[in-house]
């Protein structure tokens, strides 16, 4: 019976966290209340400040319920292990780009959830403590992938003088920036369809 009720409550949280999902993409997360997207999962608003404190701690689950999986695939992608991570240390750089850019194209929630963040969202109020904790995250995935330039100067893949700081955070800016304008082409006329060639130009110029 607890087991049960343990699955039970498992499988509220999330129809809960797709219930926001879905009326954030809608209407946008600063016009959505918590009393909406209880009605939309069909559940009372108790049961919602049963499992999150507010609309800040919902929204931060939404998000990692996609970016710890994406976090778990980049450390595997862009490290490795001690031996994998000295093979082709650019190449990886350039999988975790593109291996992101795949996601978001084969995974409706993951897009969403994208779009949610990069267009639906105000980070003012509640939502400053967020942006602390998204940008606490950039700087996470930018040292890891100095990590990576390191190693790809160190065996000579790369033919530039800026340090692997400077190429990570270059890196990091320009995929963001990418991301961002993925996002906003729903068309997919723009930055969709390009976004693979785009990414192999700018490994491509760290080339030695």
Request: with cysteine; net charge negative.
């Amino acid at each position: 019976m607890v087991r049960k009720t343990k699955e039970d409550a498992a499988i509220t949280r999330q129809h809960i966290i797709d219930a926001a999902r879905q009326m954030f993409l809608q209407k946008g997360v600063s016009r959505t209340s918590l009393e909406q997207i209880a009605s939309h999962a069909n559940v009372t608003r108790g049961a919602v400040y049963w499992h999150f404190q507010n609309k800040a701690d919902l929204f931060h689950a939404m998000r990692e319920e996609v970016y710890l999986p994406l976090i778990d695939r980049m450390d595997d992608t862009l490290l490795g292990n001690a031996e994998e991570s000295n093979i082709d240390p650019l190449g990886r750089i350039r999988k975790h780009l593109e291996n992101t850019v795949q996601i978001l194209n084969d995974d409706t929630t993951t897009r969403a959830t994208y779009e949610v963040m990069m267009t639906k969202c105000e980070y003012v109020d509640e939502f400053a403590d967020v942006l602390k904790s998204i940008l606490g995250n950039c700087s996470g995935l930018v040292h890891k992938m100095e990590q990576a330039y390191a190693k790809a100067q160190e065996i000579g893949q790369v033919g530039t003088q800026l340090s692997p700081q400077e190429l990570a955070w270059d890196t990091h800016l320009f995929f963001s920036g990418l991301m961002h304008m993925w996002v906003k082409d729903t068309e997919g006329t723009l930055f969709r369809d390009r976004a693979m060639q785009l990414i192999n130009t700018h490994i491509n110029l760290r080339k030695k």
